[in-house]
């Protein structure tokens, strides 16, 4: 599911090389873009998990993209990671432990959230406003995309959380912003013991207290391990065409 042939691979590099000339948002620079195949009225911004790149996720949304719809896959930069040693490795912020309780680095999720709450706010200056973009992720990808969503200042369509955890999930529900209603997406494999089913059921219980209870779903996957599946990308589809819809 995650391969990439040749001919998709030379596009995605053309179209990264395209977008490289915006030096104003850094992450912009090097991340993974499909553009839509008609005139784009919204747009995926989704985050990969560590250690890995945009390039795959790009070509898996490419499969259920809409044509009105532009994906945007920014690449994290590599850093000392202290969960594997210090080793360094694309992360979007330091991992100190995979438990509830583990100490967070949270100038880095904070740092990392203005990253890519300046993806949003440079798309919004090119026409596509933040009710418009849904905001997602896998394992640390998917817990960014939950901080930077519930602290934005724009509401945005929705989010996708795959696999992952609410970061600085003390903080809330203070530091949400006084978007309420925000549809969000969580979906989490039974068999997952990197990130344990029991984390995603943690995190689904914190985000409801967080935001409107009824539009946040919660879906568990029997014996999915800590990855996606064609049935989960199905769901995902399905997330994206109900809030992001032709206008």
Known sequence: MRAMGAL??????????????????????????VSGSEKETAAIIFLHGLGDSGHGWAESLTEIQPPYVKIICPNALSIPVSLNMKVMMPAWFDLMGLS???????????????????II??????GIPPHRIILGGFSQGGA????????AQ????????LSCWLPLHKTFPSAASSN????????HGERDFMIPLEFGVMTHG??????????????????????????EMASV??????????I
């Open 144 to 151: 960014l995309s939950l901080y930077t969503a519930l602290t």
């Open 154 to 161: 724009h509401q945005l369509a929705g989010v996708v959380a």
């Open 206 to 231: 914190k985000l409801k207290s967080i935001v409107n209870p009824d539009l946040v779903d919660f879906k568990a996957w029997p014996g999915l391990a800590h990855c996606s599946s064609p049935e």
């Open 180 to 187: 309420k209603n925000i549809p969000i997406m969580q979906c």
């Open 237 to 246: 589809k399905k997330f994206i065409e109900k809030y992001l819809p032709r």
């Open 121 to 126: 706010e440079h798309e919004a200056e090119h």
């Open 8 to 33: 998709q691979t030379a596009v995605m590099h053309l179209l990264q090389c395209m977008c490289g000339n915006n030096m104003s948002v850094p992450l912009l620079s090097q991340a993974v873009t």
């Open 100 to 118: 509830p309780d583990s100490p967070e680095d949270e100038s880095g999720i904070k740092k990392a959230a203005e990253n890519i709450k300046a």
